[in-house]
T-cell receptor
Framework: AQSVSQHNHHVILSEAASLELGCNYS??????LFWYVQYPGQHLQLLLK??????LVKGIKGFEAEFIKSKFSFNLRKPPVQWSDTAEYFC????????????FGSGTRLQVQP | KAGVTQTPRYLIKTRGQQVTLSCSPI?????VSWYQQTPGQGLQFLFE???????NKGNFPGRFSGRQFSNSRSEMNVSTLELGDSALYLC?????????????FGEGSRLTVL
């Protein structure tokens, strides 16, 4: 079965620092990749997605992610971060294009200090 | 446009009881998925419904069941509750025919089993 690994469980940054959150998945076939964000007290929201084409995808609020197929990675980046980016970030993978089942990583809690 | 609505938001049950959670998807969305979120296991896929049919099921025991109605509203039921069923249960809906995985999540129903 496929799995998703997020190695950074808790990240603390100062405002204006650069963010990079790692995401690796284990599946050899075609995948759809996502980053979701959960702000404190709010529901999960889609940040960005990759289905095909340009491996560098841009999402909302200045976030971007790069798909590196050879490394099975889909790392999230944002330079610079803001205090309002404090949230939990989840990487997710879908391997069945006909269905909507997502496999999520364990999440990374980002704390941005002003 | 109203988002995904889940009821109840919070509930407390005791072991052995059963619970039914409700989800109203975004208007026009016909696919509904359910996820369980716990601190230990993270986000795990429960099942997906489309046009009143279960299309996919995660690795959960038969005590977890669901259904979808003709108006796309969905319910999930957990019978013979166990302490480990305490979790945030998330419902997500998506448009038919759109690229897989673009899920819109509700705020969840937080279940506590005593």
């Amino acid at each position: 079965a496929q799995s998703v690994s997020q190695h950074n469980h808790h990240v603390i940054l100062s405002e204006a620092a650069s963010l990079e959150l790692g995401c690796n998945y284990s599946y050899g076939g075609t995948v759809n990749l996502f980053w979701y964000v959960q702000y404190p007290g709010q529901h999960l929201q889609l940040l960005l997605k990759y289905f095909s084409g340009d491996p560098l995808v841009k999402g909302i609020k200045g976030f971007e992610a790069e798909f590196i197929k050879s490394k099975f990675s889909f790392n999230l980046r944002k330079p610079p971060v803001q205090w309002s980016d404090t949230a939990e970030y989840f990487c997710a993978v879908n391997i069945d294009t006909g269905r909507r089942a997502l496999t999520f990583g364990s999440g990374t809690r980002l704390q941005v200090q002003p | 446009k109203a988002g995904v609505t889940q009821t109840p938001r919070y509930l407390i049950k005791t072991r052995g009881q059963q619970v039914t959670l409700s989800c109203s998807p975004i208007s026009g969305h016909r696919s509904v998925s359910w996820y369980q979120q716990t601190p230990g296991q993270g986000l795990q896929f429960l099942f997906e419904y489309f046009s009143e049919t279960q299309r996919n099921k995660g690795n959960f025991p038969g005590r977890f069941s669901g259904r979808q109605f003709s108006n796309s509203r969905s319910e999930m039921n957990v019978s013979t509750l166990e302490l480990g069923d305490s979790a945030l249960y998330l419902c997500a809906s998506s448009l038919p025919g759109t690229t897989t995985g673009e899920l819109f999540f509700g705020e969840g129903s937080r279940l506590t089993v005593l």
